[in-house]
């Protein structure tokens, strides 16, 4: 049923520009460098300053040992480390490390999904995913994920989850304790020494081994550049990113066939073209359509959103997002990291340039299925200066905090980040990348990933994409006020 001009004028009445949302994340406006103003901010507010003093845990102190600078009080532990630590079976961690999410494993422990965001031939890395027997989609192919146990007493144990799959970039939990994996990458068989199809999700079960034998790509969510996936827990829906360009990306939503129920194993059951994906078509309060989300200037725009049927979601002679005509789909840049939380879905558009209409250095937006509403929460004027420490870009993998607002991570230029972001959009800074992969000449940093709080809310865990570190980060967590 599409969402008429009526009804979207209706909710925007009733729910306000900011459509105020309970839970942990409520309204957030904006960071640093943000182009809002103090019309983003809560009634009585200040705008946001540099790193919103009076919220965070205070500045970053250097770490002498040249990996991670963290407020007073904090402390962090290196809990893998590609061509360091060793799985299992004795081969070294994979590199590249990238979406993240932790589940509660038995006996007390911590059990972490791990992508390894791997492109191309295995021969092109150190450090591949090891192709374990009877968990192998592609041989040729050197991404996947590990799974990482960390026991009460500190022990550490990692094993792979599934192996032969391509640029496994971000991913999602599900409601019901698994980990979908997502390819960045839709590389035909026989291409780039490829000899299976890629561009797809898969599913991986950080507790039972054997339910990950024989992978299996979830072919109804559409094959296409994928970043993150989120599942609602009550009506059902799928939502995916894209991460593309040429032209740009889509947003996707999956509604599952008539009766489907969700559980372990189930997706499985699921025929290639089980149920209906779709792509956003996005309009203003006056019933304008929106072409692009970068459009949006202004911290708490409201967009109602239709969904436009997808006609092949396998792209067997056109790729997804071509397969639309201009007028047709709202299409966005670096569509990247998603979270549930609060009843929606957090969204991350990482950055804007020359191929979007209005240039930006990273948006959040918040979808509400219930009034199917896209809400700009955060916004990130352009960088003037990425190797200052200070200013943020390049928003990327996403977490709802138990302590209130957002946790990001930072894949910009320059300086990188793990930054909150609190309800009423003041941001304070949690830890800095300090691991120079560069030269002392001439610095550089790699982006943060897979930013994701333990199941009880102590531990923040957080990757350094390259060579490939797991890091947990424990301290004097507190709820975050509005500032």
């Not at 957002?406 to 320059?414: C, N, R, S």
Request: hydrophobic share 35%; charged share 25%; net charge negative.
């Amino acid at each position: 049923m599409s969402l008429t001009r009526r009804d979207f004028a209706r909710n925007s009445a009733i729910t306000g520009a900011g459509v105020a949302l309970a839970g942990s994340a409520g309204v957030l406006a904006s960071a640093p460098n943000a182009l809002a103003s103090t019309e983003a901010a809560a009634e009585g507010e200040k705008p946001a300053d540099a790193h919103g003093g009076g919220v965070g845990y205070g500045p970053l102190i250097p770490d002498p040992k040249g990996i991670l600078a963290l407020p007073a009080g904090f402390t962090y532990r290196v809990i893998t480390y590609s061509g360091k630590t060793k799985l299992e079976s004795g081969e070294f961690t994979p590199s590249n490390h990238d979406g993240t999410a932790t589940f509660d494993g038995p006996r007390g422990t911590t059990l972490l999904v791990n992508n390894h965001e791997l492109k191309g031939p295995r021969a092109n890395w150190q450090y591949p995913v090891p192709l374990t027997d009877g968990l192998v989609y592609d041989p040729a192919a050197a991404g996947g994920c590990t799974v990482v146990e960390v026991r009460p007493g500190g022990q550490v144990a990692e094993w792979v989850g599934i192996a032969g799959t391509s640029t496994n970039c971000a991913g999602g939990r599900t409601p019901w304790g698994t980990w979908l994996t997502c390819e960045e990458n839709s590389d035909r068989a026989g291409t780039n020494g490829m000899t299976k199809d890629h561009g797809y999700v898969f599913e991986v079960d950080p507790v039972d081994r054997r339910a990950n034998r024989d992978p299996k790509p979830l072919k109804f969510f559409g094959r296409y550049d994928h970043e993150a996936v989120v599942i609602d827990p009550r009506r059902g829906h799928a939502y995916l990113t894209e991460d593309a360009a040429g032209p740009n990306g889509l947003l996707f939503r999956w509604t599952p066939p008539k009766g489907f129920e969700y559980g372990h194993g189930k997706f499985r059951t699921l025929a290639d073209d089980a149920g209906v994906l779709q792509a956003p078509k996005c309009f203003d309060s006056g019933g304008k359509f929106v072409d692009d989300l970068s459009r949006a200037t202004k911290i708490g725009t409201v967009y109602g959103v239709d969904w436009v049927d997808v006609p092949d979601r396998d792209a067997k002679s056109t790729p997804v997002r071509k397969q639309f005509a201009d007028g047709e789909i709202t299409r966005a840049r670096k569509l990247e990291g998603m979270w549930w939380g609060d009843g929606g879905t957090y969204i991350v558009s990482s950055y804007a340039r020359e191929e979007s209409p209005v240039q930006h250095d990273g948006q959040v937006w918040f979808y509400d299925p219930k009034r199917r509403t896209l809400t700009l929460k955060v916004l990130l004027g352009v960088n003037p200066d990425p190797s200052q420490d200070g200013a943020l870009d390049g928003p990327d993998n996403i977490t709802v905090s138990p302590y209130g607002g957002l946790v990001i991570a930072e894949d910009g230029e320059g300086v990188q980040h793990l930054f909150g972001a609190t309800d009423s959009g003041r941001t304070y800074p949690i830890a800095r990348n300090e691991l120079n992969i560069g030269t002392e000449d001439d610095p550089e940093y790699s982006e943060f990933t897979g930013v994701t709080f333990s199941c009880d809310g102590k531990t923040l865990y957080a990757n350094i994409q390259t060579p490939g570190v797991m890091l947990a980060i424990t301290g004097p967590w507190k709820r975050q006020k509005r500032g």
